[in-house]
């Protein structure tokens, strides 16, 4: 049972806005910036957002919020390279350690 | 480029141990906190430790407290990961990740390929 909890899994269309969802409480989430990973084939992962910053060479149809106890990651314009695993995760003060989501897979139809 | 590359993954006995590393380059190696994280086979992730960037505070995932012990040699950009009394259940890959801004409450943002590490008899 993951501290956070995400979609087993989300399908969309090549260019469809898709919305991943993240939720946790108020000892995470609520409380510190989220992190969203993209893993392709179980390769290694690659930080896609953190907070609301998009890293350096991560295209601008991905885009992150938060609200409450739940963060989001928003794709917008979805392409056939974006079918990957997606994971959260932030800090929980209670556990004194990060978390996890379970992931969600994206398949693109 | 900011780079990670660990090392040491190998295949050992139920019981055994094992010293993973993890090398950093194209940053300011000792500005940050750095984290484990695993994933077993067809698993998800699992964040497994992680250390200042001083080395004066580490936290552990209760998985692997008492058994896995972090450290890092800021002279030589080095990361490591100790892995005592090992379990079937540690089999995974296992990567380091930088921090964003430096502590170490903050999600990452730069990753390592990933080095295997099995437990078997």
């Known amino acids: 049972q993951s501290a956070l909890t995400q979609e087993a899994s989300v399908s969309g269309t090549v260019g469809q806005k898709v919305t991943l969802s993240c939720t946790g409480s108020?000892?995470?989430?609520?409380?510190?910036?989220v992190g969203w990973y993209q893993q392709i084939s179980h390769g290694a992962p690659k930080t896609v957002m953190f907070?609301?910053s998009l890293p350096s060479g991560i295209p601008d149809r991905f885009s992150g919020s938060k609200s409450g106890n739940t963060a989001s990651l928003t794709i917008s314009g979805l392409q056939p390279e974006d079918e990957a695993d997606y994971y959260c995760?932030?800090?929980?003060?209670?556990?004194?350690?990060?978390?996890f989501g379970g992931g969600t897979k994206l398949t693109v139809l | 480029e900011m780079q990670l590359v660990e090392s040491g993954g190998a295949v050992v006995q139920p019981g055994g141990s094992l010293r993973l590393s993890c090398a950093a380059s194209?940053?300011?190696?000792?500005?940050?906190?750095m984290h484990w994280v695993r994933q077993a086979p067809g698993k998800g992730l699992e964040w497994i430790s992680v250390?200042?960037?001083?080395?004066?505070?580490?936290y552990y995932a209760d998985s692997v407290k008492g058994r896995f012990s972090v450290s890092r040699d800021n002279s030589k950009n080095s990361l490591y990961l100790q892995m005592n009394s090992l379990r079937l259940e540690d089999t995974a890959f296992y990567y380091c990740?930088?921090?964003?801004?430096?502590?170490?409450?903050?999600?990452?943002?730069?990753w390592g390929q990933g080095t295997m590490v099995t437990v078997s008899s």
């Open positions: 990740a930088k921090t964003t801004v430096g502590g170490y409450s903050d999600v990452s943002d730069i």
């Open positions: 194209g940053f300011s190696f000792d500005d940050y906190a």
């Open positions: 250390i200042s960037w001083d080395g004066g505070r580490t």
């Open positions: 108020s000892n995470n989430i609520g409380s510190y910036a």
């Open positions: 907070g609301n």
């Open positions: 995760s932030t800090w929980d003060y209670r556990l004194s350690g990060q978390v």
